[in-house]
C-alpha cells in the first residue's frame, strides 16, 4: 500500500470518530479547599467539542486521498 492511502484511510477512520463521539472529554481533578492539613478536590468533567463540519471535511479529505491514489495505480 502507498503511504497516501494509508494516510487516506486513517482520515477516513478519524473522522467517522470525530461525527460518532462529537468531542473529546477528560477528567480533572481540582483544588476546592487547602487550609492546613485539609485539603478538598472536585473531579471535573471537561468536553472539547468537535464541530461536525470538521469531522466531515476529514472524511471527504480521506476519500479524496484513497480515490486519488487508487486512481494513480
Do not use: H, W
Not at 483544588?31 to 468537535?50: F, H, N, S, W, Y
Not at 463540519?53 to 480521506?62: K, P, R, Y
Amino acid at each position: 500500500m502507498k503511504p497516501a492511502m494509508i494516510i487516506g484511510i486513517l482520515l477516513i477512520v478519524l473522522g467517522v470518530a470525530a461525527l460518532a463521539f462529537q468531542g473529546i472529554s477528560y477528567t480533572t481533578n481540582e483544588k476546592i479547599v487547602d487550609i492546613g492539613g485539609l485539603q478538598v478536590t472536585a473531579e471535573t468533567r471537561k468536553t472539547i467539542p468537535v464541530p461536525l463540519i470538521a469531522g466531515g471535511l476529514v472524511v471527504a479529505l480521506g476519500i479524496a486521498a484513497v480515490v486519488v491514489t487508487s486512481k494513480k495505480a
